[in-house]
């Protein structure tokens, strides 16, 4: 088997493992490996993330679909869905046309994800407005239209929300999922599910399902807060070094 086709699988055991237990960051370490090995290009890895995300959420949200919190997700889609389809339009232009803005676009967001993931906000005393849910929404869905990975806005908006970490969780693996169904179904229209597409997400599929498995029934044995440096500090590095390369 192809050595960059092994560290790209072991990119994707390793962002299933960490998503399963802090809600979000497979995207991010998949689309991190993507760059870097230049594997395959970024739109392409894109499309092959959202097959990664449905089965993750088989795992994860299937049994435990009453922690999802609907209210909050219900509101969160109504500013992700329209502006996904935004962002997936502006992702053809710049593969097209500007290459290296779309590199340094993907590095600042890798770099984001590590702040979100190693920053923890603290709980407000009353869910945020309908207003709020929404704004994030529109922010997450550009991110998940260009890169599928509208995590770390959304992590943001909802580990500041007075309910349990578990329910958190459980809500953001929803919301990711049900963006992946519309994002295929955009790229779809569009007749770029490619056999590539197919290929990576298919490759893919048996590594989220068993690292995401490891995850949920066992966790590392190691602080959340621990975790969650190790995670930032590796993120913070292979970001910079997309941008690096870039420029």
Do not use: C
Request: proline share 5%; hydrophobic share 55%.
């Amino acid at each position: 088997m192809d050595t960059s086709l092994l560290l790209f699988l072991a990119a994707v055991a390793l962002g299933a493992y960490v998503q399963s237990i802090t809600g979000f960051a497979l995207g991010i370490f998949v689309l991190a490996a993507v760059a870097l090995l230049h594997f395959s290009s970024i739109p392409v890895a894109a499309m092959a993330m959202n097959i990664m995300t449905l089965a993750n959420s088989t795992v994860m949200v299937l049994p435990r679909l009453k922690k999802v919190h609907w209210p909050t997700l219900r509101l969160t889609l109504i500013g992700t869905m329209p502006a996904m389809v935004v962002g997936v339009l502006l992702l053809n232009g710049l593969s097209n046309h500007a290459q290296n803005i779309l590199r340094i676009l993907l590095g600042l967001m890798i770099i984001g994800g590590g702040l979100v993931l190693v920053w923890r906000p603290h709980p407000r005393a009353t869910l945020s407005s309908k207003g709020g849910f929404i704004g994030m929404g529109l922010i997450s869905g550009l991110l998940g239209g260009l890169f599928s990975v509208s995590g770390p806005p959304l992590v943001y908006q909802f580990y500041r929300q007075p309910l349990p970490l578990l329910r958190i969780r459980i809500t953001l693996v929803t919301l990711f999922s049900i963006m992946s169904v519309g994002r295929l179904t955009v790229v779809g229209v569009q007749g770029q599910i490619t056999e590539e597409v197919l290929r990576m997400g298919g490759l893919s599929i048996p590594v989220v399902l068993a690292a995401a498995w490891l995850g949920t029934r066992y966790p590392p044995r190691i602080s959340d807060k621990a975790l969650r440096r190790g995670v930032f500090v590796l993120l913070v590095i292979t970001g910079s070094g997309i941008v690096f390369t870039a420029l």
